[in-house]
């Protein structure tokens, strides 16, 4: 359909939705030059007599109204080949449901004023005689105007009942028809309905926004019914204590849940004037305010966090509002086990409990008199991968080996051989930017480049020697992807490169040996990945004295090379952690013989738990690394709390 013109004026541009009935298109009135949005009905279901009866009398409900809430239908009809088609305003928002679904729970003010709108939508039809019968959150629509405010759309009158003279339902008497979730007790029934049926629909709209769930559910749609028939209504106050539901608004809610519809609300503009009231005994009252612990802020009833500092949030029925100089740490974070005493001597940041993994990266570094050795680093964030590499470098780089490290882009986008490009800076000892622009060929080479171009001279040009590390160079200047019928990458060329600086810088090592350390291998782009491959069949080949040691931190994707030792990294066993003063650890930190082992920490735990002990937190320490996270921001000042929540945010 996109492309075509319906009835003569309205041109077809884009598929907005599909339903059970037929789909909706956004378009474009030709003449005007006004969106709207297109309704078409299925064509299998043009012949079906229900279908289009139920099309018309959307088309004939929706265009009796004429109201700000409800949606304005523009025209209807049948296209030359049968297509029945409805053309409304068009709609730019979102419906309730996805509102509930991604903003939930909703402040009590906002709630009131959005089913106040759908309250005060629902009084004109029902003053027109149109019953909506199927009003739920996919059929509110919420518009946000320029200057921020919330404009509320009824829509959807597929299944409305037009009372009075000339009109009828489109369905057969005792024919149930309605979502069941949000239907009333005589529609579940099948009986004669009025606009009370709507109030109940509402009435359950509220319910799920206050407490977020529907008041009734099962395991399928015909025990819902029965439940709205037979089930007394669940108090919302007692479902969310924590939301601060008034009284007042809790009388609304259950009033208007009534199985007799003469216990309800009569009409839409009694049940508006109700909530009203309820939403200004509510804004009187501080039943929904929390006050922060940490600085005294009255924050509004739905929110967990203080929207002045950041800290955690407690009712202030619970627990009064403390003076702004007061630093209180969140009591969620108290109820643990004790520190252990030692912790406290973490300050000066020492290799603990790696012993074995340090001797296996020495071992590693051995066997390179006989080839290259590839060694790839696994472990969780925060398990110590990046300490491990830099202080095997270090200890490397004091027996003499040439050192040189890399990691991805800081930006964490896949900048092609971007890691390969810092390894073949570092053991040419150029700086990264003038390889590039030399490596290019054709670029322009600035005065300060020349001079630079005189001092490295020796080590690049020895390298364009030959045309395969010629090429490689040029690859890694003006990646050109995969070019060519066979659609091969270049990386081999750029791995030709890269040998040959390993070569080029084997001289400067006192030791003969070469390590080349990459963090964060996932990170990096596929072609540094393939050239490091590359790489190691070369120097394999070439008996290079070559350690290449990579990490990261998923154990899903194997080894990166047929050929690499994969060195798994846990968390730290407790009894290493208390020998950070050199003591023995107490014996009771000690499992006996045969007994299970100690659990393990991370060391970012670890750097956590330290900066709380030297900060001097007031209690047990928490387990957890989050909460760990937690206490410490309730220590910050308010002004680099507000920086952090800028920067999450």
Known sequence: MVGRVIGGAYLVQELLGVGGMGRVYKGVQTVLGRTVAIKLIHPHLVGDAQTTARFYNEARAASRLNHPGSVGVIDFGRTDDGVLYLVMEFLEGRDLATVLSVESP??????CRILGQVLTALAEAHALGVIHRDLKPENVFLQQVRRGDEVVKVVDFGLATIVGAGGSSITAPGLVCGTPDYMSPEQGKGEPLDGRSDLYAVGVLLFEMLVGQLPFSDETPTKVVLRHIQDP??????????????????????????????????????????????????????????????????NPGDVRFCGACGGRLVEIATLPPAPPSARTSSPELRATASPRASISSIGGRPMLGREAEVEALLAARQDTSSGPVWVHVQGESGVGKTRLLAEHAHRASGLGDVVVRAAPHPTGVPVPYHAVAGLLAGLLDVDESFLLRWSTGGAAISGEDAIRRVVHGARIEALSVDPMTAAGLAELGAPCGLPGPVRRSRAGAVAVALAAAVQAASPRASSGR?????????????????????????????????????????????????????????GIEVPALLELDGAAPPAEATPPSGAPAMRLVLPLHLEQAHALVVGGIDGPLPPRLADLIMARLDRLERGARRVLQAAAV
């Open 106 to 111: 909703l402040s009590i003010g906002r709630i």
């Open 514 to 570: 070469i390590l080349l350390v990459v963090d964060d291998l996932p990170r990096c782009d596929a072609l540094t990945r393939e050239a490091l491959g590359h790489l190691m069949t070369r120097a394999a080949a070439s008996g290079l004295p070559l350690l290449l040691v990579t990490a990261s931190s998923s154990s899903r994707e194997g080894a990166p090379h047929p050929d690499c030792r994969v060195l798994p990294l846990r």
């Open 233 to 298: 209504v669940p108090d919302p106050r007692r479902l969310a204590p924590r939301r601060g539901i008034s009284d007042a608004l809790a009388d609304v809610t259950m009033r208007a849940l009534q199985k007799d519809p003469a216990a309800r609300y009569q009409s839409a503009d009694e049940m508006f004037e109700a909530l009203r009231q309820a939403e200004a005994v509510l804004s009187s009252r501080a039943q929904s305010s929390i006050g922060c612990p940490a600085c005294g802020h009255v």
